[in-house]
């Protein structure tokens, strides 16, 4: 913890003088700021993804499988989550290579596959960090009542207008909650990236830049802490940390 | 809730799906670490072992296994220790600054590895002048192993109720009696489990170890970031990341069970808190 509160600091400091060139630089130059655009653009719509898969399994493992499907399904969920990152991102550069299994099956039907890129980035990304949001919105689901569900039925909502009207205002918390995971990772991850893409993210550009000039790495990375924490303020705010 | 029979249809075929979509990447893998051939076209030309008994006389990727072994278990030893102290501070007392340290050690968490590690290497190299070493990355894996143990073990403390506590003392029992005879049995399977998720997270965690490492340090990740590139190493490759598959899900299903299996009762609850706690406990 010492080390952040440092960081802040360092960008400076390593030359023991105080300046504000590295920042400035990257407000600046148009490098810095597409880069940070598209690291944030491709966080958005990884937890996007990421909400819409992970809802209907959620709301399966909460509230329709019964005990023993459901425990079935937490082992299944709570597996791949802790498994190993590196090995997931190096599955997806497989399936996603020229001659790799997603070509292969798009053949016939005389498609090819997004090939290494933006799309690439976006699918190994939703796909690593999905179970980061079904844990907080298999959690959120499971502290609704089934009474309250049940109420809602009985005056008469139809199962959409019950989602609508009761389980998404209830649930919302737990969603936040799970992006603030799904958003932060993705913001702040650079193997993924360079496996399956050539275009450059935040965690690209610092880990590049950090062994030919730290300071301005540093300060690079002062961006991502800087949307988490309003991003965190927020989530305070629609009452997420309750669901931590 | 009644759901219509199409709307329950449509809700497990797509539970299935997404399922699909969790498995069939780790399948690949498997697939391929039994391929015959050395390249990633698929479908594969044949199936075979050989790779595998290739992969253990491999002396880059047993050096770098080993290393891994020990880094995981020094740094969840270091996390078991600070984790439940820290935990305990903030479950069983009040004092200045409480909200601010649970705050603190769960932020690591919530910011992207990448600043960890930028944080990380810079107090390293440039603030306490220590070279990149194992003891390196050791510290670093411990800063989120911390977390996974803290959050298991604060999670059983809500769950403990203080009057125990309360009662050995009014019995005579000294503090550290009381922490030894009843906190700590208490906390056993809550301490394991943690211990085993932070081992399993530090053996694959890749984003602070690239930070932290020295030069001539490879934990088993690194390795294989390392030869992807190399294209007469793929076999292997694929072979060590089935055993990095299986070495991170075994510590998490025996966790998973152990927490499980006790609770009775109160399982039902205990079981959202401890999900919840696990859903917080990455880094």
Redesign the interface.
């Known amino acids: 913890?010492?080390?952040?509160w440092?960081?802040g600091e360092?960008s400076g400091?390593?030359e023991q003088n105080f300046t504000l060139d590295n920042f400035q630089t990257i407000v600046e130059e148009d490098v810095y700021r597409s880069v940070t655009l598209r690291t944030v653009g491709i966080a958005a719509l990884v937890t996007i993804t990421d909400v819409i898969?992970?809802l209907?399994?959620a709301?399966?493992?909460a509230?329709?499988a019964t005990p023993r499907v459901r425990?079935l399904?937490?082992?299944?969920?709570?597996?791949?989550?802790?498994?190993?990152?590196?090995?997931?991102a190096?599955?997806?550069?497989?399936?996603l290579?020229e001659?790799?299994?997603l070509n292969?099956a798009l053949d016939p039907l005389g498609i090819s596959g997004p090939g290494y890129g933006n799309v690439a980035v976006w699918l190994v990304m939703s796909?690593i960090w999905?179970?980061?949001m079904i844990?907080?919105i298999?959690?959120g689901l499971?502290?609704i009542p089934?009474s309250v569900?049940?109420a809602?039925?009985d005056l008469g909502a139809k199962?959409w207008t019950?989602f609508r009207r009761v389980i998404w205002p209830l649930v919302f918390p737990a969603i936040v909650?799970?992006s603030?995971?799904t958003f932060?990772?993705t913001?702040?991850?650079?193997?993924a990236p360079t496996?399956v893409s050539s275009t450059q993210f935040?965690?690209t550009v610092?880990?590049s830049t950090?062994t030919t000039n730290?300071p301005l790495?540093?300060a690079f990375?002062t961006v991502?802490?800087a949307i988490?924490i309003v991003y965190?303020l927020i989530a305070r705010r629609l009452g997420a940390f309750e669901?931590? | 809730m009644r759901l219509s029979k199409g709307a329950n249809r449509a809700l497990k075929v797509a539970t299935g799906l997404t399922l699909a979509f969790i498995y069939i990447p780790l399948a690949v893998i498997v697939i391929y670490a039994f391929n015959t051939s050395q390249t990633l076209s698929w479908p594969p030309d044949g199936l075979t072992t050989e790779w595998f008994g290739k992969a253990i006389d491999n002396t880059g990727a047993r050096d770098a296994f080993l290393l891994s072994l020990e880094a995981g278990a020094l740094a969840t030893g270091i996390a078991l220790i600070l984790g439940t102290l820290a935990s305990l501070a903030v479950a069983r007392y009040k004092f200045f600054g409480r909200e601010t340290i649970s705050f603190l050690v769960i932020l690591p968490i919530a910011l992207p590895g990448i600043v960890t590690g930028v944080a990380l290497n810079t107090s390293f190299t440039q603030i306490l002048g220590v070279e990149l070493s194992l003891f390196t990355i050791i510290v670093g894996h411990a800063t989120f192993c911390i977390v996974v143990v803290y959050n298991n073990v604060v999670a059983r403390m809500r769950r403990l109720s203080g009057s125990l506590e309360e009662a050995s003392a009014d019995l005579g029992a000294t503090p550290w009696t009381t922490f030894r005879r009843v906190t700590l049995p208490n906390l056993r399977t809550a301490l394991v489990a943690g211990g085993l998720l932070a081992f399993g997270l530090s053996f694959d965690e890749i984003i602070v170890t690239t930070f932290t490492a020295g030069t001539g340090e490879q934990t088993l990740p690194l390795w294989i970031l390392d030869n992807f590139s190399r294209p007469n190493q793929l076999p292997i490759v694929n072979v060590v990341a089935v055993i990095v598959i299986l070495i991170s899900i075994i510590p998490v299903y025996a966790a998973n069970r152990l927490t499980q299996d006790e609770g009775g009762a109160t399982a039902g609850r205990a079981r959202g808190r401890k999900l919840e706690a696990e859903a917080t406990a990455i880094p």
């Open positions: 913890m010492a080390s952040f440092s960081l360092l400091e390593i898969l992970a209907p399994l709301f399966y493992m509230k329709v425990s399904l937490v082992v299944a969920v709570l597996v791949p989550l802790w498994s190993s990152y590196l090995v997931k190096y599955a997806w550069r497989t399936i290579s001659e790799g299994i292969w796909y999905l179970p980061f844990v907080p298999y959690a499971e502290r089934d569900l049940s809602s039925d199962a019950t909650a799970g603030i995971f932060s990772l913001l702040g991850d650079f193997i496996l935040i965690g610092v880990k950090i730290l790495a540093a990375a991502p802490i988490m965190l669901h931590i």
